[in-house]
């Protein structure tokens, strides 16, 4: 089994920032992609942005150039540093990760519970 452990989800002021990590543990033999997603109230959930092994990433049009994705491979573990913070960024985030727990096995998608991030005006 994986498990994702999120934090640095709160309350920001527009125009500030904030730092979401994931941590992944357990059966973990390879990871391709980390990544990050946000749901706001009544829409659907929404890509934010990944980073794939090679550590090319991809952003929502809406966070480029205010969001930054990094991952750490040694300690499994994805951030998001999030700048110039909008009130429209408000929503949960949850943390994604597709991995295979062992060698042979198909890469299989994992879910943090997600961590609210709010954003006042």
């Known amino acids: 089994q994986v498990q994702l452990a999120e934090s640095g989800g709160g309350l920001a002021q527009a125009g500030g920032s904030l730092t979401l990590s994931c941590a992944a543990s357990?059966?973990?033999?390879?990871?391709?992609?980390m990544g990050w997603y946000r749901q706001a109230p009544g829409n659907e959930r929404e890509l934010v942005a990944t980073?794939?092994?090679?550590?090319?990433?991809n952003y929502a049009d809406s966070v480029k150039d205010r969001f930054t994705i990094s991952r750490d491979d040694d300690k499994n573990t994805v951030s998001l540093q999030m700048n110039s913070l909008k009130p429209e960024d408000t929503a949960v985030y949850y943390c994604y990760l597709e991995a295979a727990q062992a060698r042979g096995v198909i890469l299989l998608d994992y879910w943090g519970e997600g961590t609210l991030v709010t954003v006042s005006t």
């Open positions: 357990g059966s973990i033999f390879r990871i391709n992609t």
């Open positions: 980073i794939i092994s090679d550590g090319r990433t």
